[in-house]
């Protein structure tokens, strides 16, 4: 184990947006150990705090499924991979004929643009801090998107994406992250965070065969995928544990924790 690769929400962080303090522990352990940390997410850059704040992680994090990878430590772009605007615009046409009542969002290297509509709840941050529009009039050529979003308010998220990623696949990749929201999360084909966490170990030398990666949702079954040893939530969904090699415990019950606890032991007594 010289790597670890951890999704976020539903992972490690709760609904309550905190990380259990033996989780922490974890992850300061490996870190004492001399392993590698990584966090791959589908949140962009601006909702990283909790990593900083709890962690005190500084390194590199990978974002928005795979399309950013963003460094903490100087608040900066390292690398992105964006959908064109008239790509944009025609996964809203096709998407729409598909399902009329769908509103969308796209998500930029400096902000982030939402239709009328797209959040139900008035007192939402997101709506103090961005002014719903029309995309169309937001968006402009030298908008760099990162993620497309579409949300419906009627079925299940599976049910959308098993609906729109076929008519999409030549524009955009296709994904999910939520449990109970139909809401799809849209990237320039062929990104995932699979794609871009290879890159990085590649760049550390490190194989996937060293690779202890965590997830629990759609979006995260390529990375579980690739990594040597794929570890996906017992709380997660189907899918996801089905594209994993193994399972950690429940997310009530530390299982992020659990393992990186039982692998640290096992690496430790390899080595005494």
Known sequence: MRLVASDIDGTILGHDGKISDRTVRAFHACRDAGVELVFVTGRPP?????????????????????????????????????????????????????RPAALF????????HLEPGFIENESSELLSEFTPAPLADTLGADDSVVKFLAIVREGTPDDFLAEVRPAVAHLAAATHSSPGV????????????????????????????????????????EMLRWAGHGYAMASGHPEAIEAAGQRAPHFDDDGVAQVLEARLASLGARQA
């Not at 950013?68 to 008239?86: C, F, G, H, I, Q």
């Not at 969002?105 to 982030?112: D, H, M, N, S, Y």
């Open 182 to 221: 139909p809401m799809l999360e849209l990237s320039l084909p062929g990104v995932n965070k699979a794609v871009t966490l290879a890159e990085y170990a590649r760049a550390l030398g490190i194989d996937a065969s060293e690779v202890v990666a965590f997830g629990d949702m759609p979006n995260d079954i």
């Open 46 to 98: 601006r909702w990283l705090h909790p990593l900083q704040d709890q962690l005190g992680h500084t390194g590199r994090v990978i974002c928005s499924n795979g399309a950013v990878v963003w460094d903490l430590e100087a608040d900066r772009l390292v690398s992105a991979r964006t959908l064109a605007l008239d790509a944009v615009l025609e996964l809203r046409r096709i998407i729409k004929q598909l």
């Open 105 to 112: 969002a796209a998500e930029t290297l400096t902000g982030f």
